[in-house]
């Protein structure tokens, strides 16, 4: 199987920083894409933001200029890096990995089991 594992959510001030980081492990051939989204209570999940194999990348309006997303391919790694977050950014993180297990095979999607993002003085 497949495990996604997040890490690096926690509290941070309004203006401050904070790294996700997301580690693929288990069957893997490749990735392609790597997405991050949110979802704060009472709400939706939300995309923030997504990178393909390639490096080609999208982000949601709302953290455009604020968040920056990357991978480590060698390592199946993707991060997100929260630069000047607002209360609003306050939600829990989970990444998502479109996974190839085998050489022509398939691709399947999986999800990490979500870290906590407060954001908050």
């Known amino acids: 199987q497949v495990q996604l594992v997040e890490s690096g959510g926690g509290l941070v001030q309004p203006g401050g920083s904070l790294r996700l980081s997301c580690a693929a492990s288990?069957?893997?051939?490749?990735?392609?894409?790597m997405d991050w989204y949110r979802q704060a209570p009472g709400k939706e999940r939300e995309l923030v933001a997504a990178?393909?194999?390639?490096?080609?990348?999208n982000y949601a309006d709302s953290v455009k200029g604020r968040f920056t997303i990357s991978r480590d391919n060698a390592k199946n790694t993707v991060y997100l890096q929260m630069n000047s977050p607002k209360p609003e950014d306050t939600a829990v993180y989970y990444c998502?990995?479109?996974?190839?297990?085998?050489?022509?095979?398939?691709?399947?999607?999986?999800w990490g089991q979500g870290t906590q993002v407060t954001v908050s003085s």
């Open positions: 998502q990995a479109e996974v190839i297990k085998t050489r022509g095979g398939p691709s399947f999607r999986f």
């Open positions: 288990g069957i893997i051939f490749s990735i392609n894409n």
């Open positions: 990178i393909t194999s390639g490096g080609n990348i």
